[in-house]
């Protein structure tokens, strides 16, 4: 007796994703695996962006990271969600939020739940360690202590104004 290999089409659907929209940056495939009212949810506050919002996020991490990759770690699918584990790195060559390009060669890791739709992505829902790339990208203090410290001055100077 022979083991058989059953096709998973949503995770099928959320490794090629990853592989054509975020490891290949290319935005002209979003509507290939995302439906047109997609919402996505924690790229950049907990309010839902829609997909020329999504598009401009990446575009922003592409420019400044040229060599941003996303690594799978792990997918997890049970209905119509496939939730995945991945690992993004890349070398900060360009301008990000204000932060000029240090060069550095940064590591985040994040998780994504990719609700799915009638072959398409209809919502996803992303966390990623922020903190840790602002600590790589030397944009915050590095210790508990001085980050303590940054949000006090920063409290007393908003206070002193008022």
């Keep these: 007796m022979t083991a058989q290999t059953t ?17 290949g940056h290319d935005l002209e495939r979003i509507p290939d695996y995302y439906a047109a009212d997609c919402q996505y949810h924690g790229m950049i506050g907990p309010e839902a962006i829609d997909s020329d919002e999504y598009g401009s996020f990446l575009s922003m991490y ?26 993004a790195r890349g070398t900060h060559e360009g301008s990000l939020m ?8 940064v590591t985040v890791t994040g998780m994504s739940f990719l609700h799915i739709e009638d072959g398409e992505i209809s919502r996803v829902h ?4 922020m903190l840790g790339l602002l ?14 410290r940054l949000l006090a001055g920063q409290m007393k100077r908003r206070l002193t104004r008022r």
């Design 7 to 23: 096709v998973n089409p949503n995770r099928e659907l959320a490794e090629l994703a990853f592989s054509e929209v975020l490891n």
């Design 62 to 87: 592409f420019d400044a990271f040229p060599d941003l990759s996303f690594d799978i770690d792990e997918i997890v699918t049970e209905a119509d969600v496939a939730a995945v584990r991945w690992t």
């Design 98 to 105: 204000d932060i000029p390009a240090t060069g550095e060669a």
């Design 126 to 129: 992303s966390n990623q360690d």
């Design 135 to 148: 600590r790589q990208l030397d944009a915050i203090p590095d210790s508990p202590r001085k980050i303590v």
